[in-house]
């Protein structure tokens, strides 16, 4: 496995690494034992965050605050970063328990986003800052410019759609919570009164009413 670990992380980082066992530390989810990659994806979740920051700031100089904001939540969430490392490869290089493994954690989001984030900290550890914030930036690149605008967040869209026609609020009721403690899938509903509704799905409840709010902005648009 070491040799496939390394070929593919030589590939993912562009060099040979010093040393596999940050790494493979990275790719371990707890149920293999303590030595798994949370300490790595808290160091990594600070890389990531800072590195983004300060490309955003470089990359659209005018824009505020509440702008840049926006763009960087959207840059950074699970889901992305679970997004980044099944284009890598991640999945086939994950250290899993059995019941893990069989509960389906090799394709959560969850896990998979903890895991991108626990790479940057290794990363970080062997080569530094600098080499952490190329290889975010590389990774990342195709999405820094991929929004026109700054996105505005579906559950404030929804907010402001509903204020704007005289509508209530929306309200979000929690439908379902199911899946084991490392992966668990959120069902919620979006209403704003007798209207309309619609429901979404999602890693945790915020991402599950994000979802939902999404759905039912293009059910009234």
Known sequence: MSEALADWLARVLGETPAALAGYERALTHGSQGAANYERL?????????????????????????????????????????????????????????????????????????????????????ERGFDAAKALVRRLWDSRIDAQAAAPKHPKSALQEWAAANNRR??????????????????????????????????????EAETAAAAALLEKLG
């Open 41 to 125: 994806e808290f160091l990594g979740d600070r890389v990531l965050g800072l590195t983004v920051a300060e490309w955003l700031y470089q990359r659209f100089p005018e824009e505020p605050e509440g702008k840049l904001s926006r763009r960087f939540n959207s840059l950074v969430t699970g889901q992305v970063c679970a997004e980044v490392a099944r284009e890598i490869g991640v999945p086939a290089h994950l250290r899993l328990g059995k019941q893990a493994r069989d509960d389906g954690a090799a394709s959560s989001d969850n896990v998979l986003g903890d895991v991108m984030e626990a790479l940057i900290g290794a990363y970080f550890v």
């Open 169 to 206: 609020a929306p309200e979000y009721e929690l439908l379902d919570r199911s899946g084991p403690g490392h992966a668990p899938r959120f069902r919620v509903r979006a209403v704003i009164g007798k209207l309309a509704e619609a429901e979404g799905e999602g890693s945790s409840k915020q």
